[in-house]
């Protein structure tokens, strides 16, 4: 079964670029029956989805972060990933690879990782 | 964007209760609706998705129903494992949003 495990550092800089990796064991990113996807839930708030990826030509991504976020694939080594760039501590929050269903398969996010808390301060 | 409230944010429960989250969309939408289980430092673990169908695996305490606006997850018997965090999602329309979360303690 699908298996998903995000990896990456836990503190990042003000105005850097958050890095995270999701790594994929058990299945394909290339299979072409998900989206791969981001969500993230700031500490005592609710889950906030950041985009998912289908591919390079079909991806989507919540407006509020759209100016900053990239989620990108590498089929070479079963892994996506998340890039938020000029980070302030708005961005400290626990971030989640989840895959996602397709609408017309019933939809909703129905395999995640662990999640990986991230913080971001100097 | 479309807002997801959940009610309540915390409910006090014991082994063998009913419970029922209720979760309300800021405007009409599909049955695309999904209810979560989260638990600090796990994978959350999807339990409903199309409002009302139960994920393969998934316990059979655990229902969903409704449409429009107002959706319910409602736990039959309140198991020790249940007792987390539960959160709704909508997917009728982009941004995908989540309500705030309903946290079932004893």
């Known amino acids: 079964q699908v298996q998903l495990q995000e990896s990456g550092p836990g503190q990042v800089k003000p105005s850097q670029t958050l890095s995270l990796t999701c790594i994929v064991s058990?299945?394909?990113?290339?299979?072409?029956?998900?989206?791969w996807t981001w969500i993230r839930q700031h500490p005592g708030e609710g889950l906030e989805w950041i985009g998912s990826?289908?591919?390079?030509?079909?991806?989507y991504y919540n407006p509020s972060l759209k100016s900053r976020v990239t989620i990108s694939e590498d089929t070479s080594t079963k892994q996506f990933s998340l890039k938020l760039t000029s980070v302030t501590a708005a961005d400290t929050a626990v971030y989640y690879c989840?895959?996602?269903?397709?609408?017309?398969?019933?939809?909703?996010?129905?395999?995640w990782g662990q999640g990986t808390m991230v913080s971001v301060s100097s | 964007d479309i807002q997801m409230t959940q009610s309540p944010s915390t409910l006090s429960a014991s082994v063998g209760d009913r419970v029922t989250i209720t979760c309300r969309a800021s405007q009409t939408i599909s049955s695309c609706l999904a209810w979560y289980q989260l638990k600090p430092g796990k994978a959350p673990k999807l339990l409903i998705y199309q409002a009302s169908s139960l994920q393969n695996g998934v316990p059979s305490r655990f229902s969903g129903r409704g449409s429009g606006t107002e959706f319910t997850l409602t736990i039959s018997s309140l198991q020790p494992d249940d007792f987390a965090s539960y959160s709704c999602q909508q997917c009728d329309s982009y941004p995908w949003t989540f309500g705030q979360g309903t946290k079932v303690e004893i």
């Open positions: 058990g299945g394909s990113i290339t299979s072409g029956d998900y989206y």
């Open positions: 989840a895959r996602e269903r397709f609408i017309r398969d019933g939809g909703g996010f129905d395999v």
């Open positions: 990826f289908y591919s390079s030509l079909s991806s």
